[in-house]
């Protein structure tokens, strides 16, 4: 990769994100593109020993490939074949006796997970599940949170937010007799890419006593904004709506605190940032102020009723307190042995400390692809580290496709999305610093040869 001269940004004495401060290793930063700098903050990086537990893919000469893609399927992690045999072995062992006697006994499998992904998301024990898909989570959270009435009625989204969530929320308006035109879909302002915090609660405020419910992406899949959670979610409850995110990339990716900050309920997947597997378990949190709010309406199902008394097949349903109470069916045990693998490596990590890596990772690629110097890229996520997480999405005006393919088969593996983005995560507990430059190498090679 050719360097350039490029006017180098004024460097605070701390980053600030969430109130979390970084230290020195991960903001000292001066032309980071050269190879020996490089290889340097790779050596003094204190998370570096946490790729060592992913198996990182390679490319046809058996180089490892520069993986940016984590923010569609996260890699995975050494011990997940471990723990995946370890239940199928128990299940050849003792059949059914595994439920209570398997080293992992399956009854309370599930149990063992809801605390460090709680960690994770800013939650209690009590407020976190794992279970079924994301969509499906988030049906079952409409169920109970979505009770619009003909005056309130109204759903807000951001646009783009990911299509399964608007076909949810559009199918949910449907059932309950109401149209599309009760969708709020927020997009940005003429020229911009991503929605400003001021214009998404001047908008909960012209609602006002017609909004029932505002449903975002925490952080948008598209642009890859963070958007300001505590916020919006006093909005929403300041016109008497509920607040519900989907955690999908952001889950596993930026330091979050559901609980402090009132949110009424979350709902994330579990094969991205969380590297539980292709289709892995989902998740959702249901604030602790609903964990006796039986009266709530919920589809239901014995998973989710009172474990004293599960066995005894009782007629009517008891709902469990806390998130707990919306499972319906006994969990998938070999995807969450698979999780767990995963989990423990986050909660050895920490996600504060993934996060002041992953700001530094992060801000090194962008100041790496704005040192190409081509008027044909243009970075539409935030420049603002406070409003993003690791992903980078890079509109690319011309020959987009071309270039994406061309990093492909040259061993960066990153995401496209139609018509005209790169989606590229460098994920902190698996990246290095030198993926950075390599990205960088390759892009600026696939650009030249795109003209």
């Known amino acids: 990769m050719k360097i350039r001269e490029s006017q180098k940004s004024a460097q605070p004495e701390f980053h600030r994100v969430h109130n979390l401060r970084l230290s020195p290793v991960y903001y000292e930063?001066?032309?980071?593109?050269?190879?020996?700098?490089?290889?340097?903050?790779?050596?003094?990086?204190?998370?570096?020993?946490?790729?060592?537990?992913?198996?990182?893919?390679?490319?046809?000469?058996?180089?490892?490939?520069?993986?940016?893609?984590?923010?569609?399927?996260?890699l995975m992690p050494e011990k997940a074949r471990e723990f995946v045999t370890q239940e199928l072995e128990d299940w050849a062992r003792l059949g059914v006796e595994g439920h209570l006697t398997a080293r992992h006994p399956w009854l309370s499998y599930h149990e063992q997970l809801s605390l460090p992904m709680a960690k994770l998301i800013g939650a209690n024990e009590l407020e976190t599940?794992?279970?079924?898909?994301?969509?499906?989570?988030?049906?079952?959270?409409?169920?109970?949170?979505?009770?619009?009435?003909?005056?309130?009625?109204?759903?807000?989204?951001?646009?783009?937010?990911?299509?399964?969530?608007?076909?949810?929320?559009?199918?949910?308006?449907?059932?309950?007799?109401?149209?599309?035109?009760?969708?709020?879909?927020?997009?940005?302002?003429?020229?911009?890419?991503?929605?400003?915090?001021?214009?998404?609660?001047?908008?909960?405020?012209?609602?006002?006593?017609?909004?029932?419910?505002?449903?975002?992406?925490a952080v948008n899949y598209y642009t890859g904004q963070f958007f300001e959670i505590e916020k919006i979610t006093r909005a929403a409850h300041e016109v008497g709506a509920i607040a519900g995110f989907d955690l999908a990339h952001a889950a596993g990716n930026v330091p979050m605190r559901l609980h402090d900050w009132d949110v009424d309920f979350a709902v994330w997947c579990g094969y991205k940032y969380l590297n539980g597997g292709p289709g892995a378990i989902a998740g959702a949190f249901v604030h602790e102020k609903f964990a006796e709010r039986f009266d709530l309406e919920r589809f239901v199902g014995w998973w989710g009723h009172d474990k004293s008394t599960r066995f005894q097949m009782p007629a009517e349903f008891k709902p469990l307190r806390g998130a707990e109470g919306w499972q319906v069916s006994n969990p998938p045990i070999l995807q969450m042995a698979a999780m767990r693998a995963s989990l423990e490596i986050f909660d050895e990590a920490g996600i504060h400390w993934l996060r002041q890596k992953s700001l530094t990772l992060t801000a090194m690629l962008e100041e790496g692809i704005k040192s190409i110097g081509d008027k044909r890229l243009s970075i539409i996520t935030p420049s603002n580290p406070e409003e993003r997480g690791c992903q980078l999405s890079i509109k690319i005006r011309e020959g987009g496709k071309k270039v994406f393919e061309r990093m492909i088969t040259h061993g960066v593996i990153v995401d496209w999305r139609e018509p005209d983005v790169i989606r590229a995560a460098p994920v902190p507990l698996y990246n290095t610093f030198n993926d950075v430059y390599r990205f960088v190498d390759q892009l600026e090679k696939a650009l030249a040869e795109a003209n």
Do not use: W
């Open 29 to 74: 930063m001066i032309d980071p593109f050269f190879s020996e700098r490089t290889h340097q903050l790779d050596v003094n990086d204190q998370l570096s020993g946490f790729r060592e537990r992913f198996k990182i893919p390679k490319t046809e000469s058996g180089k490892d490939v520069v993986y940016f893609a984590g923010n569609s399927l996260g």
């Open 129 to 217: 599940i794992l279970m079924n898909s994301l969509t499906v989570n988030l049906h079952l959270m409409l169920v109970s949170f979505y009770r619009p009435t003909q005056s309130r009625r109204k759903i807000l989204i951001e646009q783009p937010c990911f299509p399964s969530d608007r076909y949810a929320v559009l199918s949910q308006l449907r059932f309950h007799g109401f149209s599309s035109e009760d969708l709020i879909e927020l997009k940005p302002r003429e020229n911009e890419e991503c929605l400003r915090t001021e214009d998404v609660l001047a908008a909960i405020e012209q609602a006002g006593d017609s909004l029932a419910l505002v449903m975002l992406g």
